[in-house]
T-cell receptor, first 112, second 114 residues
Framework: NAGVTQTPKFQVLKTGQSMTLQCAQDMNHNSMYWYRQDPGMGLRLIYYSASEGTTDKGEVPNGYNVSRLNKREFSLRLESAAPSQTSVYFC???????????FGSGTRLTVV | QKEVEQDPGPLSVPEGAIVSLNCTYSNSAFQYFMWYRQYSRKGPELLMYTYSSGNKEDGRFTAQVDKSSKYISLFIRDSQPSDSATYLCAMSRVRGGATNKLIFGTGTLLAVQP
C-alpha cells in the first residue's frame, strides 16, 4: 500500500543510548516531517525537509538530528537518549501544492 | 498563548448523537483548515479539508469555518462507535509549500458509547 512507512514500531532504550528512526514514503512527495506527540502537548514539529538535500529545525529540535537520504527517506537520530524523549514519533510527508500531510503509523519510544 | 486551542475532552456521547468538535485560533492569516482523525495507536489521517469560511459536507461529517470569530467546528451526525478516536484540527496560511507548516490543535478524544 502506498504511504509512509516507519520503523521500528516500538523501541525501549536506556539513557545515553543512540538510535535512528527510519521513515520512507512512496508517494513521490517533496516535503517530509518528523513530529513527536505527547499527552496534552499535541503534535510538535522536530525537523522537516523541504526537499532532498535540505533540512530545517522545527519547534523542538534539541537532542535530535535528521538526514534526508534521498527523496523517499528521512531519518531521525537520537545521539544520546534521555527520558524526556519518551514519546510517540510520527513521520509525515506532503506533496507539492497539497494542503494536508500523510502520516506514518508512528514509533513508540521509551527511554528508561 | 497557543496559536490553536482545542478542548482535549474526553467527550463521551451515546451512539446516534450529534457531535460538535471545535477549535479556536489567533492567527487571522490562516486560510486552510483541516480535521484529522487518529485512532488509538495509529497515525493521524486527513478527514476533512476546507478553504476560508463556509461549510463543507462529506457524508455524516460537516466542517464549518467562521473566520470572523476565528473558530472552526467539525460536526458528526448519527455518531457510531467506530467514530471513537482523537480528532485534531490543523490549519495553515497558504496551500502547500514545505516551509508553510501545519499548526495542530492538541486533539479532542471522542468516545461513542453503543
Amino acid at each position: 500500500n502506498a504511504g509512509v512507512t516507519q520503523t521500528p514500531k516500538f523501541q525501549v532504550l536506556k539513557t545515553g543510548q543512540s538510535m535512528t528512526l527510519q521513515c520512507a514514503q512512496d508517494m513521490n512527495h517533496n516535503s517530509m516531517y518528523w513530529y513527536r506527540q505527547d499527552p496534552g502537548m499535541g503534535l510538535r514539529l522536530i525537523y522537516y525537509s523541504a526537499s532532498e538535500g535540505t533540512t530545517d529545525k522545527g519547534e523542538v529540535p534539541n537532542g535530535y538530528n535528521v538526514s534526508r537520504l534521498n527523496k523517499r527517506e528521512f531519518s531521525l537520530r537520537l545521539e544520546s537518549a534521555a527520558p524526556s524523549q519518551t514519546s510517540v514519533y510520527f513521520c509525515a510527508s506532503r506533496g507539492t501544492g497539497a494542503s494536508g500531510y500523510t502520516f506514518g503509523s508512528g514509533t513508540r519510544l521509551t527511554v528508561v | 498563548q497557543k496559536e490553536v486551542e482545542q478542548d482535549p475532552g474526553p467527550l463521551s456521547v451515546p451512539e446516534g448523537a450529534i457531535v460538535s468538535l471545535n477549535c479556536t485560533y489567533s492567527n487571522s492569516a490562516f486560510q486552510y483548515f483541516m480535521w484529522y482523525r487518529q485512532y488509538s495507536r495509529k497515525g493521524p489521517e486527513l478527514l476533512m479539508y476546507t478553504y476560508s469560511s463556509g461549510n463543507k459536507e462529506d457524508g455524516r461529517f460537516t466542517a464549518q469555518v467562521d473566520k470572523s470569530s476565528k473558530y472552526i467546528s467539525l460536526f458528526i451526525r448519527d455518531s457510531q462507535p467506530s467514530d471513537s478516536a482523537t480528532y485534531l484540527c490543523a490549519m495553515s496560511r497558504v496551500r502547500g509549500g514545505a516551509t508553510n507548516k501545519l499548526i495542530f490543535g492538541t486533539g479532542t478524544l471522542l468516545a461513542v458509547q453503543p
